[in-house]
Nanobody, 120 residues
Framework: QVQLVESGGGLVQPGGSLRLSCATS????????MGWYRQAPGKQRELVAT???????AYADSVKGRFTISRDNAKNTVYLQMDNLKPEDTAVYYC??????????????WGQGIQVAVSS
């Protein structure tokens, strides 16, 4: 069973930075797309950024130029560097990983969510 463990959230002032990490545990054959999503209070979950197996990245318009997604394939870990944070970035952030498990079946796993709060 593939599990994801997120870390790095917290409270930061506007203009500050945080780095989220999401480590994959469990045996997998391959990992394809890795991504970050977020859900603010009273809103639907939305895509923040994704990175493909070929390292192609995609970002929500609201975070372009401020957030950077990256992955370490040796560690099966995805990162989200968040700079110039704004109060509207406040949300619970969820990691998502898609790939092929040990039994050659596709998996689509979610992390437990981690709180990011941007406030003065």
């Amino acid at each position: 069973q593939v599990q994801l463990v997120e870390s790095g959230g917290g409270l930061v002032q506007p203009g500050g930075s945080l780095r989220l990490s999401c480590a994959t545990s469990g045996v997998v054959r391959s990992i394809n797309t890795m991504g970050w999503y977020r859900q603010a209070p009273g809103k639907q979950r939305e895509l923040v950024a994704t990175v493909s197996g070929g390292a192609t990245t995609a970002y929500a318009d609201s975070v372009k130029g401020r957030f950077t997604i990256s992955r370490d394939n040796a560690k099966n870990t995805v990162y989200l560097q968040m700079d110039n944070l704004k109060p509207e970035d406040t949300a619970v952030y969820y990691c998502n990983v898609q790939g092929i498990n040990l039994f050659s079946r596709r998996f689509d796993s979610w992390g437990q969510g981690i709180q990011v709060a941007v406030s003065s």
